[in-house]
């Protein structure tokens, strides 16, 4: 092969000095021009973001100032809406006056527990009475339970501006006597049980066993009359109650006394809190305004007809009889009426001004926590005792009858039933000769608890209850049974979470058919639908796992107040107190803004329905963000994907918010072709149908209010 042809070398050409200066320049001018089309852009951009927002500011200071024009007319027509709450507040007080005339009317021998003489009657004459047998008493019992019952919806129902310290006093004196007294009377007749032991005695033990159940109390007595050292298992007959007791009680003569009472007569009673404070100031202003025109209308009716008379002295005295009759009846009736209706009128606003505080006192917060010092004591602020109490005795068998050729002999202690110290307090031994007491208890059927419950006991000394002297606590929640060991007998109860279903997960307001309103919240575990028409609530359905659960609440009508007891008393407790921002996370609002939405809300809820939103976290705390639509009661089925308006209520201003709830990120931004309005009710207005806006104007006062009452006592906004 022939050597390899060589490649032709390329010479690189060299850029001459100018060359290089020449692309130098063109490289310049090539990146001033860029900066400069980059400046002249920007400076675009920014006056057009410039005219954009000055264009958006105009806009906006124009719908500020179209807002502001309006807003003594809006208020106004919206002061006239709210009359329907001092005209609720006026039924109410018609109501309470009616049911004292009719059980005046009836006189069925029972006491109004309002009025002291009556009551402290009562109580005198039931005390005299001697020898009643434990059914007897529990006869009695209901009356003295409804009894105690009315004094405390008096102390919640009656207006907090029309309770006096006095009353307050008055009520809770007669409560704990009653209370005292009832349980006075089942100790005094479980003792004529307990003297006639031995003829109750059974066949097969040898022991008396006695169950007693009431709608109201379930006793459950044992008398250890044959003291077998063996016989330390004790169950009652067809049920799972029972104790396990050491060797000592077994050979004693005792009775061991379950009383479970399905109310709670030892929690310490509730302290209402007065509006004094609050409206003394509105009050005396009211009452000063209320004499003044009085006074003014006084003197303007006695020159008028002073006038009147000097006018007629010209006529004959024969005619002065005659016409000055019908002067004064027809001339002066404008004055009189005009009298009448600005009193009335003076009256409706100091109404409305006490209402609107004793509205503002059910969402105002506690400045502090309560302070407990001792350990074990149990937070009755963060608790709640649910199913009654449970008091467990051991007590001294008392001398049994005895016949004797046709009549019975009985020994009566002048000490009467006496308790059995256990273990005793001077005890030096161990531990191990005193065991504790095994009890298993049922819990009420009634009562639903979410989490396992807490067993506490009562100490008598500190009045409060305590979780120490207790161990080997199991639950079991399908057969709603549970069992502990006691180091000395004594009241005990079951508590739970007072918030444990705070705060909610959402919650939804809609008006159905027939004037009624329907509330659902939904917490972590369950969904609870209240029904709320005129002055009454009920318990519409409540889901547990996704599944229907049934409630003896269910179908029955009760009043606001009644229907919160209730509620609380079978463990669905939604109803925050003053206290509960200290143990829940919420989202706080403040209360001005809180109520006023509430009001509003209430105000609109016959045609309007409202939910929650997820946005309402995210603004400050003077402004509430929820979803509102218009849904008339024909439109009772729930829409599929109905479409939610979002608006955001600071109590002055509300406005349609530009956002909706899937939107990636919040903004208060005003959505386009709105305008801001002073109140819900003329924000609405914008969108909705004649229709609705007349369902509006013609809603039932009583609904109204009961809808503002439930909203203020769940606080949907606040704590969701």
């Known amino acids: 092969m022939g050597p390899k042809a060589k490649k032709p070398h390329r010479k690189k050409k060299k850029i001459t000095k100018a060359e290089r200066l020449k692309q130098l320049q063109e490289e310049e001018e090539r990146r001033q021009k860029e900066e400069e ?15 954009i927002e000055r264009i958006e500011k105009e806009k906006w200071q124009q719908l500020e100032a179209k807002d502001l024009e309006r807003r003594n007319e809006e208020l106004e027509e919206l002061y006239l809406l709210e009359g329907c709450f001092p005209e609720a507040e006026k039924l109410k007080q018609h109501n309470r006056l009616l049911s004292q005339w009719k059980h005046y009317i009836q006189c069925d021998g029972s006491p109004d527990p309002s009025v002291s003489q009556e009551i402290n009657t009562f109580i005198s004459l039931w005390k005299e009475e001697t020898n009643e047998t434990f059914e007897e008493v529990i006869d009695k019992s209901k009356l003295v339970l409804h009894l105690i019952e009315k004094l405390k919806l008096i102390l919640l129902e009656m207006p907090s501006y029309d309770l006096q310290d006095k009353n307050i006093t008055q009520y809770h004196g007669s409560i704990l006597e009653l209370q005292e007294l009832l349980h006075f009377k089942f100790n005094t007749a479980t003792e004529i049980l307990l003297r006639e032991a031995s003829t109750l005695a059974d066949l097969d033990s040898g022991n008396m066993e006695k169950i007693i159940q009431d709608e109201n109390v379930t006793l459950y007595v044992w008398a250890n009359l044959k003291k077998n050292p063996r016989y330390r298992s004790v169950r009652f007959s067809e049920t799972q109650i029972g104790f396990e007791i050491p060797r000592i009680l077994a050979t004693s003569d005792i009775a061991l006394r379950l009383l479970h009472t399905h109310y709670d007569h030892v929690t310490p009673l509730y302290t209402v809190p007065t509006l004094q404070k609050h409206t003394s100031t509105i009050t005396h202003l009211a009452k000063d305004e209320v004499k003044s025109i009085e006074a003014a209308l006084s003197k303007e009716f006695q020159e008028e007809y002073k006038h009147r008379k000097s006018e007629s002295h010209s006529v004959d005295e024969e005619e002065i009889k005659d016409e000055e009759q019908v002067d004064i009846e027809v001339q002066t009736s404008p004055v009189q009426e005009e009298s009448e209706a600005t009193k009335y009128e003076l009256e409706m606003k100091l109404l409305s001004e006490t209402v609107l505080a004793a509205q503002l006192l059910l969402i105002e917060n506690a400045p502090e926590k309560p302070d407990f010092f001792e350990d074990n004591v149990v937070d009755m602020c963060q608790f709640t005792a649910l199913g009654g109490v449970y008091h467990l005795d051991i007590l001294e068998l008392p001398p049994q009858c ?8 009985m020994e009566i202690l002048k000490e009467g039933l006496q308790k059995y110290i256990y273990p005793p307090v001077a005890n030096v031994e161990t531990e191990s000769a005193f065991p504790p007491i095994a009890v298993m208890l049922e819990v009420h059927e009634n009562v639903i608890f979410f989490e396992d419950p807490v067993v506490v006991r009562w100490d008598a000394k500190g009045k409060h209850w305590k979780t120490d002297g207790i161990s080997n606590v199991f639950y079991k929640s399908k057969e709603k049974l549970i069992s502990f060991s006691l180091e000395s007998l004594g009241p005990v109860t079951l508590i739970q979470d007072t918030h444990i279903h705070m705060p909610y997960q959402s919650w939804e307001l809609r008006p159905l058919d027939g004037d009624k309103v329907l509330l659902t919240v939904t917490t972590v575990f369950t969904e609870i639908q209240i029904q709320i028409k005129e002055d009454l609530c009920m318990l519409a359905s409540i889901r547990l796992n996704n599944q229907n659960h049934s409630s003896v609440l269910e179908g029955k009508w009760m009043t606001p107040i009644s229907f919160i007891i209730a509620l609380k008393e079978t463990g669905l407790n939604i109803f925050p107190t003053e206290h509960s921002h200290f143990y829940v996370v919420i989202n706080y609002k403040i209360p001005l803004v809180e109520m006023k939405a509430y009001r509003q809300m209430a105000l609109l809820s016959s045609a309007f329905a409202f939910g929650w939103s997820r946005w309402n976290i995210k603004c400050d705390s003077k402004k509430v963000i929820f979803k509102v639509r218009q849904h008339l009661p024909k439109e009772e089925k729930p829409i599929q ?18 956002i909706d709830e ?5 903004s208060e931004a005003l959505d386009e072709g709105t305008e801001f309005h002073s109140t819900l009710y003329h924000m609405v207005k ?6 609705a806006m007349e369902k509006i104007r013609s809603s039932n006062c009583q609904l109204i209010d009961s809808v503002c009452h439930m909203l203020l006592s769940i606080r949907l906004l606040s704590y969701s």
């Open 686 to 691: 914008d969108f909705a149908s004649e229709e």
């Open 662 to 666: 899937y939107s990636e990120a919040f």
């Open 402 to 409: 005895k016949p004797m050729k046709g009549w019975i002999i």
């Open 37 to 51: 089309e980059a400046r002249v852009k920007s400076e675009k951009e920014e006056m057009q973001r410039l005219e």
């Open 641 to 658: 994907n109905p479409n939610w308006t979002l608006l955001m209520f600071s109590g002055d201003r509300a406005q349609r918010l530009k």
